[in-house]
Nanobody, 130 residues
């Protein structure tokens, strides 16, 4: 079993930055594909960024150029650096992990469709005010 714990959320003004962290523990062999998802009130959970075991990354169009996903294997930690935040980035952000990646509908390799992802963290809230 894999346990994911996010941290780093908070409240910032538009244009600000935050860095989210996700520490993975347990059977880390089963986390070859990891990513960040988010869910705003009344909306479906959506993929934000993903990184696979080769270090290849993919991003949602809405965050391309502003967010950067990275990982530190020695610390079993996944990061999401978020710059130039916008009010529309306000959401609960979740760390996700799966045994393998699958092709995303818009390209890239993702931990899977939301309903088929193996492991989720509990989420960390990001609020961006205008």
């Amino acid at each position: 079993q894999v346990h994911l714990m996010e941290s780093g959320g908070g409240s910032v003004q538009a244009g600000g930055s935050l860095r989210l962290s996700c520490v993975a523990s347990g059977d880390n062999y089963n986390t070859d594909c990891m990513g960040w998802f988010r869910q705003a009130p009344g909306k479906e959970r959506e993929g934000v960024a993903t990184i696979d075991s080769d270090g290849s990354t993919s991003y949602a169009d809405s965050v391309q150029g502003r967010f950067t996903i990275s990982g530190d294997n020695a610390k079993n930690t996944l990061y999401l650096q978020m710059n130039n935040l916008k009010p529309e980035d306000t959401a609960m952000y979740y760390c996700a992990a799966s045994t393998s990646c699958v092709p995303g509908a818009s390209g890239g390799n993702w931990p899977g469709p939301v309903d088929f992802i193996d492991h989720w963290g509990q989420g960390t809230q990001v609020t961006v005010s205008s």
